[in-house]
C-alpha cells in the first residue's frame, strides 16, 4: 500500500513556474516507478510525466516537452514537477501516481494503482 499527497499547486499567470511535490508514504517509496497525471474541466484524465525507479529514466508528453521536468528524491521520499513557461491549457488538477508498471513509458501506457488526491494547478492568460 502506497499513499501519496500532493502539493504546491496555485494560480499563476502564463509563462510563469510551479514546482509541485508527491509526497509518499512507505519505505519502498524506490522500488516504485513514479507518475504525474492531470485532468483538466471537461476532459479526460491524461499522463503528463514518469521517472524510473532511480531517476536515470524519465518520459513525458509530447505537450510538455521542454517546459516539465520530472525529478524524485529517494531519501525523502518525494517526487516533483516543475513547471515553466506555463500556458493556459495547463490548467487542471494534477495527480501524483504510481502502480507495478516497469518502466517511465509503460506508465503511459497503464493505469496507475494509487493516486494522489491531486492538487490545482490554475494558468490565467
Known amino acids: 500500500q502506497v499513499q501519496l499527497v500532493e502539493s504546491g499547486g496555485g494560480l499563476v499567470q502564463a509563462g510563469g513556474s510551479l514546482r509541485l511535490s508527491c509526497a509518499a508514504s512507505g519505505r519502498t517509496f524506490s522500488m516504485y516507478v513514479m507518475g504525474w497525471f492531470r485532468q483538466a474541466p471537461g476532459k479526460e484524465r491524461e499522463f503528463v510525466a514518469a521517472i524510473s525507479r532511480n531517476g536515470v529514466s524519465t518520459h513525458y508528453v509530447d505537450s510538455v516537452k521542454g517546459r516539465f521536468t520530472i525529478s524524485r528524491d529517494n531519501i525523502k521520499n518525494t517526487a516533483y514537477l516543475q513547471m515553466s513557461s506555463l500556458k493556459p491549457d495547463d490548467t487542471a488538477v494534477y495527480y501524483c501516481?504510481?502502480?507495478?508498471?516497469?518502466?517511465?513509458?509503460?506508465?503511459?501506457?497503464?493505469?496507475?494503482?494509487?493516486w494522489g488526491p491531486g492538487t490545482q494547478v490554475t494558468v490565467s492568460s
Open positions: 501516481a504510481t502502480g507495478t508498471v516497469a518502466t517511465a513509458r509503460d506508465m503511459a501506457r497503464y493505469s496507475p494503482t494509487y
